[in-house]
């Protein structure tokens, strides 16, 4: 009677523990993890910050298009010593320790008419600049949405990886009961029964093996969503193929994808280089215009004080002769660079074109692959259950039962890795076609 109390509070305790266990999870779904973490990623950040210097940049004032103006002011006081000679001596003059003001300000403003087009380019740039960042940025969100779709479905994948070893272990603690009622009727020698308890014993320690691997799975999507890894989560999901998607959609909308439109925007940003690089050339045309204040003080000398002030206006023109050779240096490498953006891009674009053909041919193989291996899977756990009906009426030997079990094992983790390659092939193909939604 204590015993059956005993055993009875043990079992309530561990019902109630592992309720706590489910309730401190929280579950969280893959919209969830996605939206999280594009809010925290320190990655998206950068970027986002990196473009809100381009959009500063992209103005008018800073391409030099704006006037500039500037105030200067300059306050002198001297002590000298003053020496002044005349036709008549009797008015020469010999001082020392003089005091003078020297006092100077002026408001100036500039403003550049023209000067070989180079502040059209330069605000070109800045735009290209501003787009190419944007690109960045949209790259960086794909590219974060895709990892976190990855890691997602890798949990799952290996959650599914477990739920096969856990029917595993209840084939062999199966086996192992019939054991033992055999060797109680005297049927099963001590061989059998070790055995047993090895076999299942090593498929406990894959189990834990396994969660220790999904917890690390866990840990990787955590981190991605910038939470800490000691968060405990849940995930119950399945994982579902598109098995719409063909090639020829999908190398069409290929070209926009961000980082193909951010390695086009940087073959525009060296173009507009070569115009501002060029126009360094031409003649510079600037007006200016202000108003200058000057007075001067002395204490002794032909004259005590002395002032101008007023506007003035004027018009600089200043033409480029000869530097050395260093602009035509300057223009070349401008060029070279451009054609080294152009070649960047083209590398890009191949390289892109070569990783989509081969993903989608290992998501086009898994796809075919996946119905038979369904029949396979269907077919293993169908020959398992016979096998075990079988060993219970003793028409099966052990080792036709681990040869069922391993045939059931081998089935269930072949279908998963499919599933989950495919579902990784369909990922990487929406994502370098810019389709990846959630």
Request: glycine share 4%.
């Amino acid at each position: 009677m204590q015993k059956s109390i005993y055993i009875f509070l043990i079992t309530c305790l561990t019902f109630i523990s592992s309720m706590n266990s489910v309730e401190a999870q929280q579950v969280i779904t893959l919209n969830e993890a996605i939206k999280t973490a594009l809010k925290n990623s320190y990655d998206i950040q950068l970027v986002e910050n990196s473009l809100a210097i381009a959009k500063n940049n992209n103005d008018l004032g800073v391409a030099g298009a704006l006037p500039t103006v500037a105030a200067t002011a300059n306050d002198n006081k001297t002590t000298s010593t003053l020496q002044q000679q005349y036709t008549d001596p009797t008015r020469n003059t010999t001082k020392s320790g003089v005091d003078g003001t020297n006092i100077t300000a002026g408001l100036t403003a500039s403003v550049v008419l023209f000067n070989g087009y180079r502040i059209m380019a330069t605000k070109d740039r800045l735009a290209a600049l501003e787009k190419q960042n944007q690109s960045l940025l949209e790259a960086q969100l794909l590219n974060t949405t895709s990892l976190v779709m990855q890691q997602y479905f890798n949990i799952v994948c290996q959650q599914a990886y477990l739920k096969t070893i856990d029917k595993s272990i209840e084939a062999s603690q199966q086996r192992l009961d019939i054991v033992k009622t055999r060797q109680q009727i005297g049927v099963a020698n001590e061989a059998d029964l070790l055995q047993s308890n090895l076999d299942l014993n090593a498929l406990l320690q894959a189990k834990q093996n396994q969660l220790l691997i999904i917890d690390q799975a866990k840990a990787d999507l955590l981190n991605t969503m910038v939470l800490p890894s000691s968060t405990l989560v849940s995930i119950q999901d399945t994982i579902t193929i598109d098995a719409q998607l063909k090639l020829a959609d999908i190398e069409a909308k290929m070209k926009v994808n961000p980082s193909l439109q951010s390695a086009e925007q940087l073959i525009n940003i060296n173009q507009f280089i070569e115009k501002e690089t060029r126009a360094l050339t031409y003649p510079t045309l600037r007006a200016t215009s202000g108003y200058n204040f000057t007075s001067s003080q002395s204490a002794a000398g032909f004259s005590l004080l002395n002032e101008n002030y007023g506007p003035f206006v004027g018009l600089n023109l200043s033409v480029p002769l000869f530097a050395g050779g260093a602009s035509k240096k300057s223009i070349k490498n401008a060029q070279i660079n451009t054609s080294l953006a152009k070649i960047q891009y083209q590398s890009t674009e191949k390289d892109m074109a070569t990783a989509l053909y081969k993903t989608f041919q290992t998501y086009q193989n898994n796809l075919q692959q996946t119905p038979i291996e369904i029949q396979n899977y269907s077919m293993s756990q169908s020959l398992l259950q016979l096998v075990m009906q079988k060993y219970q009426l003793g028409q099966a030997t052990m080792v036709d039962v681990k040869q069922a079990q391993q045939s059931f094992e081998t089935a269930g983790f072949r279908l998963i890795s499919l599933r989950y390659t495919a579902k990784i092939a369909e990922i990487e193909l929406k994502r370098l076609s810019n389709q990846l939604t959630f």
